[in-house]
């Protein structure tokens, strides 16, 4: 594989890590992102698994070491494993992961660690039963539990996302640390964002992942190193646990100064930021198949990537809700 200089924007920022959506539908009505269930919209089909691999190669090209595989909730395509084998199979790619809800989770496991997953991602809010059914819609906690020990069983690193919600944060604060004690995943607290859709809900709920990081840091757990293709998380361990906890603040001082992930949406568009106003298509090119000349596409782009998101003025872009390309 011919691999050119590592992607670098405008403010010195590189790039190592690629988030490819490849479904923006979602069967999960979370409270802060489809309230009221997904929602069809007329749009371009969504990436076939050979054009997912030429996005993948070119990427790969730009010096790309991660991809993680996201919606919506990817497993409800029922080629993910092809999807995960491409990835798995991409020269230069050396870490495969897939963000999901987890409701197939028990019955998929197995095929996704045979084509090549290394990392999973699940998103539980809250480790209450009734609280979980009440914020997705879905009464479904149990099986995503008895699928996570199957990853951890099989050597995947599994990773949990969980929103952080100003209502009754401490109560589940000390739920997951409970669960931490001897459970081996990496909890990661996600500051609730504001997007096109959810104002309100915002306004409501926001908290900040600052004060939960103070109490970590008062009672002993210890910030890690970050990996250069690591996500945006700050990843704290501390000896008395099995997991680690990150924290992803997106309302930090300085938070997009570590950016190090480009998007592409499941309708092959470039997303430069997760709150860019649009996605940038590229979809004619990655019809040719021709991974160099996306690659060269894509490099030219990088130049528009601004150099914050906005968020702390209010800003959602173009993002209406975080199922429309993963979060």
């Known amino acids: 594989m011919k691999q050119n200089n590592i992607l670098e924007d ?33 749009k371009a089909p969504d990436l076939s698994v050979a054009e997912a691999g030429t996005v993948m190669r070119a990427f790969a090209q730009l010096g790309t070491r991660k991809v ?25 790619i050396h870490r495969v992961a897939v963000t999901s ?52 069983e099989l050597g995947i690193q599994t990773k949990v996302n969980a929103v952080l919600l100003s209502d009754g944060a401490q109560t589940r604060l000390h739920q997951f640390l ?24 915002f306004a409501s709920n926001h ?9 970590l840091i008062e009672t002993g757990w210890q910030l890690l190193p970050r990996a250069i293709d690591a996500g ?6 501390h000896p008395d646990y099995a997991g680690r906890i990150g924290l992803i603040t997106p309302y930090s001082k300085d938070f997009c100064n570590s950016c ?21 298509d590229l979809r004619e090119t990655i ?3 021709e991974a160099d000349a996306l690659a060269e596409k894509v490099r030219a782009l990088i130049g528009n990537k601004e150099v914050s998101h906005y968020l702390q003025q209010g800003n959602t872009g173009g993002t209406q809700n975080l199922s429309i390309i993963g979060g």
């Not at 908290?207 to 103070?214: A, F, P, T, V």
């Not at 945006?232 to 361990?237: D, F």
């Not at 190090?260 to 940038?280: E, I, M, P, T, W």
Request: glycine residues 8%.
């Open 10 to 42: 405008g403010h010195g920022r590189r790039f190592y890590y690629l988030r490819l959506s490849v479904t923006d539908v979602c069967n999960f009505r979370c409270d802060y992102c489809l309230p009221d269930g997904y929602q069809a919209t007329p």
């Open 68 to 92: 993680r595989l996201s919606g919506g909730e990817p497993s409800l395509r029922k080629d993910l494993p092809e999807l995960i084998q491409a990835a798995s199979a991409t020269p230069g």
């Open 101 to 152: 809800n987890g409701y197939k989770l028990p019955s998929v496991i197995d095929t996704w660690h045979r084509s090549g997953l290394h990392q999973l991602n699940i998103s539980i809010d809250s480790l209450d039963n009734a609280e979980f059914a009440r914020i997705t819609g879905h009464n479904c906690l149990p099986k995503i539990r008895t699928g996570i020990d199957r990853a951890l």
């Open 178 to 201: 409970d669960w931490l004690k001897t459970t081996p995943v990496t909890l990661r607290f996600i500051e609730l964002m504001q997007t096109g859709d959810n104002r309100d809900y």
């Open 207 to 215: 908290l900040r992942g600052s004060d939960i990081e103070q109490q």
């Open 232 to 237: 945006p998380a700050r990843e704290y361990v």
């Open 260 to 280: 190090n992930r480009l998007r592409v949406s499941a309708q092959g568009k470039l997303h430069l930021c997760l709150f860019s106003d649009a996605g940038l």
């Open 287 to 289: 019809r040719t198949g």
